[in-house]
């Protein structure tokens, strides 16, 4: 693929805010100044650590360390080498990318496969879309569905892009060959079913879905990334899925089910003090709520919950609202739901509705509207609250083992919270549900949690034996590499990104073989003061071509994203050096006192020489480090 130009990437940079790119990932508010913050990306966390500033273009996070610009960030997020991340900024933002070998950039060929594919969706989406407006018989059975049976309107439609595929597949696959999408894209997109050996004519890609009604779905980021397919009248009897009322897309190289939520591009713009996020269990639920003005109304891909949905909504809000329905399978969905939620930090509660057994939300929202959800919020249950009616409907007729029983289960749930605070809590309420003393459900919790806790301990020991080699000895891992950050490279690399003007006298201080270059610190010391010494040095703005490894330029992202506070920067450079000078030469001053004081007679080393050598290395370190500021 033709490498793009630096001229580029440095346009890149200079014309996109950085708040706007990671904006799309992470709510972000007012830090100070024009900084900004807002909860990590990268791991979960309950108190903001994430940082932006727009000035510079960087993001760092204090509490996992992670820092870089606006092509780290979408390499981080989305999974882009960097030229798909360059060229998925520039499409983005409207700026144009060039490549060294012509300014057309890439074949259709060479393009991203995964970039190929987000723009078949797009293609995809639009033509299920104009399939379902079409005056044709697919297009008028499938509106008098949508709005019909399902009493929805065309307006909704046209806001979701809701689609058809007629009983033939609607044409896609002509339409998709005509746009020349490559063979490799059009197998690996999950739209058709096709033969490896196959030659990728309209004949040979078979459609995956017939006679349906067409839901794209969408990544937090508002890309179409899947369909789900709703079986219809119109679905053929040779359908494979045909008795499946709901049929997705299977997973590609965009769609993982189990990492996306259904309306979580729209919904996590609408959440915020007092909006929490409600989770609904299907997508036409989630249709529903938006339809009568619940714009926080998200739901999973057809399948349980996941621990990365739960730290994807994290992101966003700490607060959800779970409303699925009263059935046993959604009693028992929203018991699977409740420990992952809790493991995840998030405050959960459980819409109910009082006096009713069952509660349906999309029938309920059609007929009473958004009125509806005050309705049930009145309701509501917390997340133990739930929990318990849940697990024992009725303690008052219970046996003391039944109440047993439900205290075992109850705290499995409570495990599941970090917060000894709210565990505490949560026993408190089980014990006022159960009528029975706190303490002695305190001390079944916690003799359950040794129990529980030596169980593992013995599946790890078991786990690890069976992982040791043949013989039975554990190897030795490698010794990490000294902490960059406590490291005299460490403090020197940022005198030279911060206070520049170091750089040359820096080059000309000392020898280079004093820096230790068993760690980035050090390797890029080393490889800037080169640039000093050789009056190549590109500007702190312009580093991507000396930055050759993703830890590389994570660490000058994260140096550049702290201006230091130095009255000084040339007494602190002076002072780094005489810490690489003693480590450097010290050990060697050590040897030859210990060789001088215990001579040994067969020793072919010439006392003389080490005495010189001994004056040499103390003169060295006595001498002072000057930095030739005015050269």
């Known amino acids: 693929m033709p490498s793009i130009k630096s001229t580029s990437v440095r346009d890149l940079k200079l014309r996109v805010n950085i708040a706007d790119v990671v904006g799309r990932v992470v709510t972000l508010r007012k830090a100070g100044g024009t900084r900004m913050k807002g909860l990590c990306p990268f791991h979960n966390e309950k108190t903001p650590s994430f940082h932006v500033d727009p000035d510079k273009g960087l993001y760092h996070c204090f509490g996992c360390n992670k820092s870089g610009d606006i092509i780290s960030f979408v390499r981080e997020t989305e999974q882009f080498n960097f030229t798909e991340a360059i060229e998925a900024l520039g499409k983005r933002f409207g700026v144009v990318i060039e490549y060294?070998?012509?300014?057309?950039?890439?074949?259709?060929?060479?393009?991203?496969?995964?970039?190929?594919?987000?723009?078949?969706?797009?293609?995809?989406?639009?033509?299920?879309?104009?399939?379902?407006?079409?005056?044709?018989?697919?297009?008028?059975?499938?509106?008098?569905?949508?709005?019909?049976?399902?009493?929805?309107?065309?307006?909704?439609?046209?806001?979701?892009?809701?689609?058809?595929?007629?009983?033939?597949?609607?044409?896609?696959?002509?339409?998709?060959?005509?746009?020349?999408?490559?063979?490799?894209?059009?197998?690996?997109?999950?739209?058709?079913?096709?033969?490896?050996?196959?030659?990728?004519?309209?004949?040979?890609?078979?459609?995956?879905?017939?006679?349906?009604?067409?839901?794209?779905?969408?990544?937090?980021?508002?890309?179409?990334?899947?369909?789900?397919?709703?079986?219809?009248?119109?679905?053929?009897?040779?359908?494979?899925?045909?008795?499946?009322?709901?049929?997705?897309?299977?997973?590609?190289?965009?769609?993982?089910?189990?990492?996306?939520?259904?309306?979580?591009?729209?919904?996590?713009?609408?959440?915020?003090?007092?909006?929490?996020?409600?989770?609904?269990?299907?997508?036409?639920?989630?249709?529903?709520?938006?339809?009568?003005?619940?714009?926080?109304?998200?739901?999973?891909?057809?399948?349980?919950i996941t621990e990365s949905q739960l730290v994807l909504l994290r992101r966003y809000q700490t607060q959800v609202e779970c409303f699925f329905d009263s059935d046993s399978a959604g009693q028992k969905a929203s018991l699977r739901f409740l420990p992952m939620a809790l493991k995840a930090g998030l405050e959960v509660r459980f819409l109910t509705l009082a006096g009713t057994d069952k509660v349906d939300p999309d029938l309920l929202f059609l007929e009473r509207g958004l009125a509806a959800y005050d309705e049930v919020r009145r309701g509501a249950l917390g997340a133990m609250a739930f929990a318990c009616r849940a697990v024992l409907p009725s303690p008052d007729a219970a046996t003391p083992e039944q109440k047993a029983g439900a205290a075992r289960q109850l705290h499995e749930i409570v495990s599941a919270a970090e917060s000894e605070v709210a565990r505490a809590g949560f026993i408190g309420e089980i014990a006022t549900y159960l009528k029975l003393p706190v303490a002695a459900l305190q001390k079944d919790f916690l003799t359950q949690q040794h129990r529980q806790q030596q169980q593992d301990n013995a599946r790890n020991a078991a786990a690890a034996r069976a992982r040791l080699p043949e013989g039975g000895v554990q190897p030795v891992a490698s010794a990490p590499s000294a902490s960059a950050v406590n490291t005299p490279e460490h403090h020197l690399l940022r005198l030279c990104l911060h206070f520049e003007a170091l750089g040359p006298p820096m080059a000309s201080a000392f020898p280079h073989d004093w820096i230790d270059s068993m760690h980035p610190a050090g390797v890029l010391l080393n490889r800037f003061l080169s640039e000093f010494e050789t009056n190549a040095w590109p500007g702190r703005d312009h580093l991507d071509p000396l930055l050759e490894t993703a830890e590389e330029r994570t660490l000058v992202a994260s140096l550049l994203f702290e201006t230091p506070v130095i009255d000084d920067p040339a007494k602190i450079a002076a002072e780094g050096i005489r810490h690489l000078r003693a480590r450097a030469l010290e050990p060697r001053l050590r040897q030859i006192e210990l060789a001088l004081s215990n001579p040994r007679a067969d020793s072919e080393i010439d006392p003389i020489s080490l005495l010189k050598e001994r004056s040499e290395l103390q003169r060295m370190l006595r001498q002072p480090i000057v930095l030739n500021l005015a050269a």
């Open 100 to 304: 060294e070998e012509g300014s057309g950039g890439p074949s259709r060929e060479e393009r991203s496969l995964r970039q190929e594919i987000f723009d078949l969706h797009d293609v995809a989406a639009e033509h299920f879309h104009q399939a379902f407006k079409a005056k044709d018989a697919a297009g008028d059975f499938m509106r008098a569905y949508w709005v019909e049976k399902r009493r929805f309107t065309l307006e909704l439609a046209d806001e979701f892009k809701i689609g058809v595929a007629d009983e033939h597949g609607s044409g896609l696959g002509a339409t998709l060959l005509k746009r020349k999408f490559s063979d490799e894209a059009l197998r690996r997109c999950g739209l058709f079913f096709t033969r490896d050996d196959a030659v990728l004519t309209i004949g040979a890609l078979k459609p995956r879905f017939r006679g349906r009604l067409m839901i794209p779905i969408r990544d937090h980021q508002g890309r179409v990334v899947a369909f789900t397919a709703r079986q219809t009248d119109l679905t053929p009897a040779d359908d494979p899925a045909r008795e499946a009322k709901y049929v997705n897309s299977p997973e590609t190289p965009i769609f993982t089910k189990g990492n996306l939520l259904f309306n979580l591009d729209r919904a996590r713009t609408a959440v915020g003090e007092g909006r929490p996020f409600v989770l609904v269990e299907g997508q036409l639920d989630a249709l529903r709520c938006w339809s009568v003005g619940l714009k926080t109304a998200i739901a999973p891909q057809g399948t349980a």
